[in-house]
């Protein structure tokens, strides 16, 4: 199945835009504490999931992971409930290291316009860029392990929001509302 490009953009929020923007452009200094071996303190997947639609996954060092939407909605908070959470943003973010090369820095902060996920690296030198094709089996080993690695996280807050519903958690208390309605 060939990885062709989306008819158009995908349309996105202000709220969005702003809230990626943030995550992409935090300071290291918030992570110090957490940073003993690496250089790298947060890791942003930019993942299509349908021609409308634009999840970006945000972890840190500190084990916080959050999911934003193309629609101006989120879903966070939930590692300061669920330990799987945080363990499973730690593990990501812990072994990102080895794909900051000098070949994948980057200046520009694009969304994808394909299928293919965009993997920023964020460290104290810098932003690096990863692309990962979702597809089964077209990625190389060493990417293979990577998109095992964020999909975990994803597992565990899928895992949360549902024990948030069981609990009577209320989503929409944890959503920014979308102002497009």
């Keep these: 199945m060939a990885n062709k490009q989306f008819n158009n953009r995908i349309v996105v929020s202000k709220p969005y835009l702003v809230t990626r923007n943030q995550a ?3 300071s290291p200094s918030n992570f110090t504490q957490f940073m003993k071996t690496s250089t790298v303190y947060g890791v942003i997947i930019d993942m299509p999931m349908a021609p409308t639609v634009i999840t970006t996954l945000a972890c840190y060092v500190n084990g916080a992971a959050n999911l934003y939407f193309s629609n101006g909605t989120d879903y966070s908070g939930a590692a300061q409930r669920y330990p799987g959470v945080v363990q499973a943003a730690r593990v990501l973010v812990n072994n990102a290291a080895r794909y900051a090369t000098d070949e994948t820095r980057v200046n520009t902060l694009e969304l994808p ?3 293919d996920h965009l993997v920023y690296i964020l460290t104290t030198n810098g932003i690096h860029r990863v692309t990962i ?11 293979r392990a990577l998109l095992v690695l964020y999909q975990r996280v994803m597992g565990e807050l899928h895992n949360a929001q549902m024990k948030d519903k069981k609990a009577g958690i209320d989503p929409s208390t944890l959503l920014v509302p979308n102002i497009n309605k």
């Design 24 to 26: 992409l452009r935090l």
């Design 113 to 115: 316009n394909t299928r």
């Design 133 to 143: 094709n979702p597809l089964p089996n077209q990625q190389t080993p060493e990417l």
